[in-house]
């Protein structure tokens, strides 16, 4: 409620109450789902899980050897990896590991299902490297969207009219190496079935201001979040640090 108060503070409490009445729903919807990724079929979660505009990510790819997607903690980010079912380059994923071994083992084994290579974040600059080192087609996960450390906040952009800090590691590695990059949008169609498009950020990073790229798609995840906020994580804190704009439009 906390993050849906600063997020939409021209909402009232009984809206309010509706969003995170419904997200509660979606997020047991993931839990389940998460359970079955253990079990469901390469065919089912192609069902499940699609693509809506396979011919123009072809074509992106076959331009591109290496690619950076940019996601974030909408609808089911656990079924995301299914799309590496969908494209020839070999697939990786950044991870945060956990304390907990057995949960940590849980994670690296439900998503590395769909032929997903889990990297730990830490190791996923030395990762990159030797794969790029060795010539292979490659396409790396990212969900930007959490709260860096603060000496590790590079750049602030604004989200939900507050000015917050942002992970910008996929744009540095994207500038480093030029690799193209995409972001994900997954629509929630009903409970157990979504709908998810690739989006064009840039294919040539290097003549792109810094931060932009970042910016951009920080944009178009808050205008994807406005359309259907329930299925967004607030159980995150999404406002761990913030500081207020000039000009704050609560509606975007």
Known sequence: MGNLKIAFPEK???ELKKIMKEFYHHFLDIFMEMIKTFTIS???????????NQEELDAFMGRNDNVLLMGSHYANFEWLFSLNL???????????KVKNKYFNNYIVRSRGRFNTTLIPTKQIIPELAKNDAKGD???YG?????????IKAY????FF???????????MLAKKYDYAVMYIETTKIKRGFYETKMGILSENPREIPDFEITDLFMKKLEAHIRKAPEYYFWSHKRFKFMRETKDSDPKG
């Open 12 to 14: 009232s409490d009984t």
């Open 42 to 52: 390469n065919e089912e979660i192609l069902k499940r899980f699609k693509l809506t």
């Open 86 to 96: 969908r494209v020839q380059h070999k697939g990786f994923a950044a991870y945060k």
């Open 137 to 139: 087609k490659t396409v």
């Open 142 to 150: 990212m969900l930007i969207d959490q709260s860096p450390k603060l």
């Open 155 to 158: 750049h602030w952009t604004t």
């Open 161 to 171: 009219g507050k000015e917050v800090p942002v992970i910008t590691g996929t744009e």
